[in-house]
C-alpha cells in the first residue's frame, strides 16, 4: 500500500504541466487530490480525464488571497484534512527590466510569491494537525538571477526565502518543507510567460522536446519528498549553476548572459 493512500494531496496550479503530472501521479498512488488552477476549461479536461477519481477541482486566482483561502477551507469541508500542500502555481516572464511595467514585475509576484505565501498561511493550521508538509515548486532563478526573467528570479528567490524560514520555524512541529527546482522543464509556461507590457507571448525560445518532461519532473519530487530532503535540483546544469554561482559568481555572470543570448528572439546582444 502507499504512503499515500487516503492522504489529502492539495496542489495549486495543477491543470498543466509539472502540475497536472503531479495531480495525475498522486492519483495513483491513492491519494485525495484537490488542484485548483485558472483555466475552468482545463480543469474540465482534467475531470474528464479521471471519471471517478477523489479529485477535487476549483477555479482560483492565486494571487488573491481570499481564494486561497476559501479554497483551502473547501478542501478541509469536503474531506477534513490536509497532508500535503503544493505550491506549484507560477507564470514566467521574458523581457529587458528597462522596458518592463512594474505591473508586469508586480503580477509575477503576486502569483508566484505571495499564492505561495497565501495558500501556505491558509494551510498551515492543518498540516501541522495531521504533521504533514510543504513541498514549493522553484526556480534555479531562484539560485541565481537571470537576465531577461528578472521578476521571475525575484519572485522565486522570494519564495525560496519564505520557505526556507518557515523550514526553520516548524523545526520541531513535524512539518516537513522540500524545496523542488526543475530544470527547464517541457512545460506551458513559456508559452504562457509575460512580455515587457505583461501580456502572454504564446510562445516559447527553447526547444520543448530536449528538456525533461514533466512526468520525470513530478516523480522525482515525489520520491524527494518520500526521503524527507529539503531541497531538490534534478539537474546536473542545475547543480553546477547553483555550486559555481556561490565560488565563482563572476565568471556566471558571462556564462549565464551568452547561454541566454542564445535563446530564440533574445533581447540580449
Avoid at 492543518?126 to 504533521?131: C, D, G, I, T, V
Avoid at 520525470?216 to 539537474?235: C, D, G, P, R
Avoid at 556561490?246 to 543570448?261: E, H, P, Q
Wanted: glycine share 8%; hydrophobic share 40%.
Amino acid at each position: 500500500m502507499s504512503a499515500f493512500n487516503n492522504k489529502v494531496v492539495v496542489i495549486t496550479g495543477g491543470s498543466d504541466g509539472i502540475g497536472k503530472a503531479l495531480v495525475e501521479q498522486f492519483l495513483a498512488l491513492g491519494a485525495k487530490v484537490a488542484t485548483c488552477g485558472r483555466s475552468q476549461e482545463k480543469l474540465n479536461q482534467l475531470q474528464m480525464q479521471h471519471p471517478g477519481a477523489s479529485l477535487f477541482l476549483k477555479g482560483v486566482d492565486v494571487s488573491k488571497e481570499q481564494e486561497c483561502e476559501q479554497f483551502i477551507a473547501d478542501v478541509v469541508h469536503t474531506w477534513g484534512q490536509i497532508d500535503v500542500l503544493i505550491n506549484n502555481a507560477g507564470i514566467s516572464m521574458r523581457a529587458l527590466i528597462m522596458e518592463t511595467t512594474t505591473e508586469t514585475l508586480k503580477q509575477v509576484m503576486d502569483i508566484n510569491f505571495w499564492g505561495t505565501v497565501y495558500a501556505t498561511q491558509a494551510a498551515l493550521p492543518y498540516l501541522k494537525e495531521s504533521k504533514g508538509g510543504i513541498i514549493g515548486i522553484s526556480s534555479i532563478a531562484g539560485y541565481r538571477g537571470l537576465p531577461v526573467r528578472s521578476g521571475y528570479s525575484a519572485s522565486k528567490f522570494a519564495m525560496n526565502g519564505f520557505l526556507e524560514a518557515l523550514r526553520t520555524e516548524l523545526l520541531h512541529s513535524g512539518v516537513h518543507v522540500l524545496i523542488a527546482c526543475p530544470g527547464f522543464t517541457a512545460s506551458n509556461i513559456r508559452n504562457s510567460s509575460l512580455n515587457a507590457e505583461g501580456n502572454i507571448t504564446g510562445e516559447t525560445m527553447r526547444e520543448e522536446d530536449k528538456m525533461m518532461s514533466a512526468d520525470e519532473v513530478a516523480f522525482k519530487i515525489i520520491h524527494a519528498y518520500q526521503q524527507k530532503k529539503k531541497t531538490l535540483i534534478m539537474t546536473f546544469q542545475g547543480k553546477l549553476t547553483v555550486f559555481l554561482n556561490k565560488w565563482m559568481n563572476g565568471l556566471m555572470d558571462t556564462l549565464v548572459y551568452n547561454s541566454l543570448k542564445k535563446e530564440r528572439n533574445s533581447p540580449l546582444k
